[in-house]
């Protein structure tokens, strides 16, 4: 299993998201990325290639239309100050921003890596790792098989109930040069996840979105190095670093996040 990669971002306001939601009518988003509808779902659709891939936001719960708009506008500077290499430096990677509905409403799936590894230890994070070869072009669905295969690869995951409706602009991880692809899914069909490795992985958890937009879950997470973060207090974790930045930018251009206190400060672990 390839491991993935980790660092930071953040701003703005607005309102939550609904808390529960039906299937999204005829809304359909065109993706202005290089992603846009050419490939088919990752679930098999009769008649089709069941090998291919594409992005479409057809059939979404209405609470979704939101990040479908965001996904569809948003631009690379908008999202972070890094951005990855003209020269194509970059270990090419992508994470999987997986979207479900649960008891309390809209919910993210995030995983927390093992407390033994060296990078990061213990850090919240979205499933994800480097591309493969077997995964192809990191240009086109590249990315898309890899943030599927790593989702399932570290917390059993089946891939076949995850429908793909947007990807965000690639964004760069000076610190570790990964060059990542956030993927964001719709778990259309859920399944059951967990610990599949516990050497890299030390637990696969769910957070509300309820609890992301609550300004009293919301901090800004201190590097020892001086350098300051968005991240959330949820799920009896620190939610920091990338994972907090992409999560946090999704709030913000989705209209969901709330005014919280930028002054409420968490140190982390000189480890970090």
Not at 118 to 134: C, K, N, V, Y
Not at 150 to 161: H, Q
């Amino acid at each position: 299993m390839t491991r993935g990669a980790r660092d930071e971002s953040g701003v703005a306001q607005a309102a939550a998201p609904p808390q529960h939601g039906g299937p999204q009518a005829p809304y359909e988003a065109r993706f202005e990325t290089p992603y846009e509808n050419r490939f088919q779902t990752p679930y098999e659709d009769p008649g089709e290639d069941p090998g291919a891939l594409r992005v479409s936001s057809q059939g979404l719960p209405r609470w979704l239309d939101p990040v479908v708009e965001a996904v569809r506008t948003v631009r690379p500077t908008q999202l972070s100050r890094f951005l990855p290499p003209e020269d194509g430096r970059g270990r090419q990677s992508a994470v999987l921003v997986l979207f479900g509905e649960g008891p309390r409403g809209p919910e993210l799936l995030l995983m927390e890596r093992a407390g033994t590894l060296r990078s990061h230890p213990g850090q919240p994070s979205f499933p994800g790792g480097a591309l493969d070869p077997e995964d192809g072009d990191p240009h086109t669905t590249g990315p898309l098989r890899a943030a599927l295969r790593e989702a399932e690869e570290e917390t059993g995951l089946d891939p076949s109930g995850v429908q793909i409706f947007g990807v965000l602009p690639r964004l760069y991880i000076p610190v570790s040069e990964f060059v990542v692809t956030p993927v964001l899914g719709w778990w259309r069909d859920p399944s059951p996840v967990g610990v599949v490795d516990p050497a890299e992985t030390a637990r696969v958890f769910t957070v509300p979105v309820a609890d992301l937009t609550d300004p009293d879950h919301r901090v800004m997470a201190v590097h020892p190095k001086g350098h300051l973060g968005p991240a959330f207090t949820v799920e009896s974790a620190l939610v920091w670093g990338f994972t907090a930045g992409v999560i946090d930018r999704i709030l913000h251009f989705a209209g969901w996040e709330r005014p919280w206190d930028r002054s409420r400060q968490v140190p982390l672990d000189w480890r970090a």
